[in-house]
């Protein structure tokens, strides 16, 4: 079973651009998770999804951030423009939707985002 | 809200030596419990977790972990390391219900032969 997808791997940008990062969650997990991951600290997350609906996006900031899965698959998360504190590893992770008493997340393996 | 304390950074151990990496949490409500490994340049796995039952988990690659509600810890162990367990390590909870993960800072694990 392929696991979760994320391009690209690594991205060096000036201060003041515009990035995108990309994720292909594992095939029928209907809830997607991207979270930042800061040098030194935890993962923290950003926005989560299910199926192509927003469930919680209470810690991205989104004067500068905005993340989309149009048809509930595959996602973007999309930094305009991007500041020095944006430099981070950027993780997305998907879970199946099952009934029972938790569902576990899967990650991928990161985008790291430098801001020059 | 739930917050994740872990106090060790960085823990060097030789290897074959047992380890312990230290969590804590803070909840006014029940909670999951998760440790996961993060190798270089990787995504995070999850070595085990606690959800209820018996307060002793055991997870992949030998490591345990035990639930102390009294004193809100959830302490990582395993009796001896190899080099390949070098990584950081990162405890985690979530409230009941929900999928929402909080993560502690992460305690790297360095392995000296």
């Known amino acids: 079973e392929a696991g979760v997808a994320q391009s690209p791997r690594y991205k060096i940008i000036e201060k003041r651009q515009s990035v995108a990062f990309w994720c292909n969650p594992i095939s029928g997990h209907a809830t997607l998770y991207w979270y930042q991951q800061i040098l030194g600290q935890g993962p923290k997350l950003l926005i989560q999804?299910?199926?192509?609906?927003?469930?919680?996006d209470s810690q991205l900031p989104k004067d500068r951030f905005s993340a989309e899965r149009l048809k509930g698959v595959d996602s973007t998360l999309k930094i305009q423009p991007a500041k020095l504190e944006d430099s981070a590893v950027y993780l997305c992770?998907?879970?199946?939707?099952?009934?029972?008493?938790?569902?576990?997340?899967?990650f991928g393996p990161g985008t790291r985002l430098t801001v020059l | 809200a739930q917050s994740v304390t872990q106090l060790d950074s960085q823990v060097p151990v030789f290897e074959e030596a047992p380890v312990e990496l230290r969590c804590n949490y803070s909840?006014?409500?029940?909670?999951?419990l998760f440790w996961y490994v993060q190798y270089p340049n990787q995504g995070l796995q999850l070595l085990l977790k606690?959800?209820?039952?018996?307060?002793l988990v055991k997870g992949i690659n030998g490591f345990e972990a035990e639930f102390n509600k009294s004193q809100t810890s959830f302490h990582l162990r395993k009796p001896s390391v190899h080099i390949s367990d070098t990584a950081e390590y990162f405890c985690?909870?979530?409230?009941?219900?929900?999928?929402?993960?909080?993560f502690g800072t992460g305690t790297r694990l360095q392995v000296f032969p």
């Open positions: 992770a998907s879970s199946p939707l099952v009934w029972a008493d938790y569902n576990e997340q899967f």
């Open positions: 606690y959800l209820s039952g018996s307060t």
């Open positions: 999804f299910q199926n192509n609906g927003v469930v919680d």
């Open positions: 909840s006014s409500v029940s909670v999951y």
């Open positions: 985690a909870v979530t409230m009941l219900n929900t999928d929402k993960l909080i």
